[in-house]
């Protein structure tokens, strides 16, 4: 007669099963990082606020250069977190704290420069769109790419797998889910450019714009990690 292990066994088995999927690379953890990094990218910040307001300026081809750096630039910093940059996050604190409040006045000074910015005869004679290194270096003055990063390397970063293959499969698996989910938010902008005749819509839009920025800054400047 064959007898089942004990409950608590099974419960200790499966645990350890779980701690060892997050360790090596296995379908269940690509899954998991995958949603992860889908909701984090997708979801409003600085990055996707400037890419509508660009794609509503300029329209989404020439924002593409943005488009592009934006997950560059987070790969560089998703690479340093994962070769030892998070370490020296956690041994010093305050750096992170620096980070994020630098990070939200800069936020909070583009949702004030997001008001009257949408004025596409005018916006398109003075300014123009981040080029591609432009939008690399933004990442590193944007503490909810930080933030992403940290988390990301904390829950997800697989410790049982050489050092250069764990920090490859984190960047291409950053890389992958990024680009089409920053670019909805470019592409929905350049949509909105066809409609921006109306003067009391475009107050409309970028005054959300400009709400959804301060959110931003006040969910980072608050964070606690």
């Given at each position: 007669m064959i007898r089942r292990p004990p409950r608590s066994t099974r419960k200790e088995s499966s645990a350890a099963s779980d701690v060892y999927k997050r360790q090596?690379?296995?379908?269940?953890?690509?899954?998991?990082?995958?949603?992860?990094?889908?909701?984090?990218y997708v979801t409003p910040g600085p990055n996707n606020s400037i890419?509508?307001?660009?794609?509503?300026?300029?329209?989404?081809?020439?924002?593409?250069?943005?488009?592009?750096?934006?997950?560059?630039g987070h790969g560089i910093q998703l690479a340093l977190v994962?070769?030892?940059?998070?370490?020296?996050?956690?041994q010093y604190p305050i750096l992170l704290d620096i980070l994020r409040y630098v990070g939200s006045a800069y936020i909070l000074y583009l949702a004030y420069k997001m008001f009257g910015s949408?004025?596409?005869?005018?916006?398109?004679?003075?300014?123009?769109?981040l080029k591609y290194y432009e939008a690399i270096l933004f990442q590193f003055v944007n503490p909810k790419a930080w933030v992403i990063c940290s988390t990301a390397v904390t829950l997800y970063y697989p410790i049982n797998e050489n050092i250069i293959i764990g920090t490859l499969f984190m960047v291409i698996m950053s890389t992958i889910v990024n680009i089409p989910s920053i670019s909805i938010w470019a592409y929905g902008?350049?949509?909105?450019?066809?409609?921006?005749?109306?003067?009391?819509?475009?107050k409309i839009i970028e005054l959300v714009l400009a709400i959804l920025l301060i959110a931003t800054a006040a969910s980072v400047f608050f964070?606690?990690?």
């Open positions: 090596v690379i296995t379908w269940e953890l690509i899954l998991a990082l995958a949603v992860y990094n889908f909701i984090m890419l509508t307001a660009s794609g509503i300026k300029f329209g989404f081809t020439r924002s593409i250069p943005n488009v592009l750096g934006i997950p560059t994962c070769l030892g940059l998070g370490a020296l996050f956690i949408l004025n596409i005869s005018n916006s398109e004679e003075r300014s123009r769109p902008g350049s949509v909105i450019r066809q409609y921006l005749n109306n003067e009391k819509l475009k964070y606690n990690s």
